[in-house]
C-alpha cells in the first residue's frame, strides 16, 4: 500500500470517528480530528477540497440542529484549507455557510457585511444560485437589525433569483420572509402580496406545513389592517390545518387571544389563554411565557381586575427593561399607569409613565408593536369611557399616556 493510499484509508475512518464526535455534540475532538485530516491531506487540492466539503456538510447539518457552540473554529478550519487549494467558488461557498453561522448567533453585522461581500462577489462571477442565497442571507440579516426597506429589497431580489434557477422551495421561503419584513415594517399590502405569492408555490408544491405557517401570517396582516373578522377566520382555518397535521400550536393560538381581544370578546381570549397555556403562565421564564403573562394582566384590566392587572403589567415592564428590550417595557410602562390610573391610583401611574425609556438611541420603530399597543388603547376607550370617567379626559389621558411612553396615538 502506497503513502497515499495509506492515507486515504486513514482519513477515511478519522472521518467515521468525527462523525461520531459531532453526533454526541463532542466538538473540540471533532476540531482535533479535522486538523489530523488537514495534516494528512498535505497538499494534494483533491484532497483538501474534500476535506472543506466535509465540513461544509457537517456545519450545515449542525447549523440545521441548533448545535452552535465552537463551529466557528471548524469554519475557520475550512477556511485555512480553502487558502491551501486555492478555489475561489469554494470560498465563496464557504462564505454563504459563515454568514448563516453569524445569523444563528445574531452577529447581524458581522452577517450583514458577510453575505454584502459575497453578493458583490457572486453577481460578478453571474452565479445567480449563491447570488440568491447570499441576497437571502442581508435580508435576513438587515430584517433583524430592522433595517426593513433594505431587507425588503434584499428578499426580493433573492426571491426573483431562486425563481430564475428553479428553486421554488428557496423562492417560496424568501417571499415568507419578505412577508415578515412587511408585517414588521408596517408595510402590510406587501406583505399579504407576498405571502399569497408564497403559499401559491408552496401549494403547487404540496408543501403543507409551510403553507399553514404563511397562512398564520396572512391572519396577522388582517389583524394589523383592522380586519378583524378576516383574520379570525383565517385563524380558525390555520388551527384546524395544524391540530389535523399535529403541528406546534403555539403562535396561532397566542395570535387568536390577541384577534378576540381586539373583536371585544375579551372573556373568550382569556379562557383560552388560561385553558392552553397552563404550564407556560406559571413556569416559562422564556420571552413567549412573559409575552403570555402580559396578556394575563391585559386582559384582566378588562375583566375587573385593574389593581392586578396594573401590578402584572409592571411586573412585565421590568423583566422587559432587564432584557434591554426598552420598546415593549415602555409600551408596559404606558398600559400599567393607565391602569393604575383608572384604578385611582394616580402616583403609581405617574411612576409607570416616568420610568419609560423614551431614548431614541436605545428604541427603534416596530409598527407591529405600535399596532398591539393601538388596540389595547382603543379597548381601554371602549371599555372604560362613560363608565368611571369623562370620555373626552379618558381619551386626552390615553395620548398623553402614549407619548409620554415614545408612542403616537
Given amino acids: ?17 468525527i462523525d461520531q464526535a459531532l453526533e454526541n455534540g463532542d466538538l473540540q475532538t471533532a476540531l482535533a480530528g479535522l486538523k489530523q485530516v488537514q495534516i494528512l491531506c498535505g497538499n494534494d487540492s483533491v484532497m483538501l477540497e474534500g476535506l472543506v466539503s466535509y465540513i461544509h456538510e457537517r456545519v450545515n447539518s449542525s447549523l440545521n440542529q441548533g448545535l452552535i457552540t465552537g463551529l466557528e473554529q471548524l469554519i475557520t478550519l475550512a477556511e485555512q484549507t480553502v487558502e491551501q487549494t486555492g478555489d475561489h467558488e469554494l470560498q465563496l461557498s464557504l462564505g454563504s455557510l459563515k454568514g448563516r453561522f453569524y445569523c444563528e448567533t445574531e452577529r447581524y453585522q458581522e452577517a450583514a457585511a458577510v453575505f454584502a461581500d459575497l453578493v458583490h462577489e457572486a453577481e460578478k462571477l453571474e452565479w445567480l444560485e449563491l447570488a440568491a442565497e447570499a441576497w437571502h442571507g442581508w435580508g435576513v440579516a438587515e430584517h433583524a437589525l430592522a433595517n426593513y426597506r433594505e431587507a425588503e429589497a434584499f428578499l426580493r431580489k433573492a426571491a426573483e433569483y431562486f425563481g430564475q434557477v428553479q428553486r421554488p422551495q428557496e423562492q417560496a421561503y424568501s417571499l415568507y420572509m419578505l412577508g415578515l419584513v ?15 405569492q408564497a403559499a401559491a408555490i408552496l401549494f403547487r408544491l404540496g408543501d403543507n406545513d409551510e403553507l399553514a405557517r404563511v397562512w398564520h401570517e396572512q391572519s396577522l396582516c388582517y389583524l394589523e389592517q383592522g380586519l ?17 397535521q399535529e403541528l406546534d400550536l403555539t403562535r396561532p393560538l397566542v395570535s387568536r387571544v390577541g384577534i378576540l381581544f381586539a373583536l371585544g370578546a375579551v372573556e373568550e381570549a382569556g379562557q383560552l389563554l388560561e385553558e392552553s397555556f397552563v404550564a407556560e403562565l406559571e413556569d416559562d421564564d422564556s420571552s413567549i411565557g412573559e409575552f403570555l403573562r402580559l ?3 391585559i386582559l384582566g384590566a ?8 396594573a ?3 409592571a411586573a412585565s415592564a421590568r423583566v422587559y427593561r432587564d432584557w434591554s428590550d426598552y420598546n415593549m417595557e415602555a409600551a408596559c410602562c404606558c398600559l400599567a399607569g393607565l391602569y393604575f390610573w383608572l384604578d385611582g391610583a394616580g402616583e403609581q401611574a405617574e411612576a409607570q409613565w416616568q420610568s419609560a425609556v423614551a431614548e431614541p438611541g436605545l428604541r427603534k420603530t416596530q409598527p407591529w408593536l405600535n399596532g398591539l399597543l393601538k388596540r389595547c388603547l382603543d379597548r381601554v376607550i371602549a371599555d372604560y369611557a362613560g363608565r368611571d370617567s369623562d370620555g373626552d379626559e379618558l381619551e386626552a389621558k ?3 399616556a402614549a407619548c409620554r ?5
Avoid: P
Avoid at 503513502?3 to 482519513?11: D, K, L, P, R
Avoid at 408585517?183 to 406587501?190: F, I, K, P, Q, V
Avoid at 411612553?405 to 396615538?409: A, D, I, K, L, Q
Fill in 1 to 17: 500500500m502506497n503513502e497515499m493510499s495509506h492515507n486515504q484509508a486513514e482519513i477515511i475512518e478519522i472521518y467515521c470517528n
Fill in 182 to 196: 412587511g408585517l414588521d415594517a408596517g408595510t402590510l399590502e406587501s406583505a399579504l402580496l407576498a405571502h399569497e
Fill in 228 to 244: 378583524y373578522e378576516q383574520a379570525l377566520a383565517k385563524n380558525d382555518q390555520v388551527i384546524q390545518f395544524y391540530r389535523r
Fill in 295 to 297: 396578556w394575563r394582566g
Fill in 302 to 309: 378588562h375583566t375587573g381586575q385593574l389593581k392586578a392587572a
Fill in 311 to 313: 401590578e402584572a403589567v
Fill in 398 to 400: 390615553v395620548c398623553d
Fill in 405 to 409: 411612553c415614545g408612542f403616537v396615538y
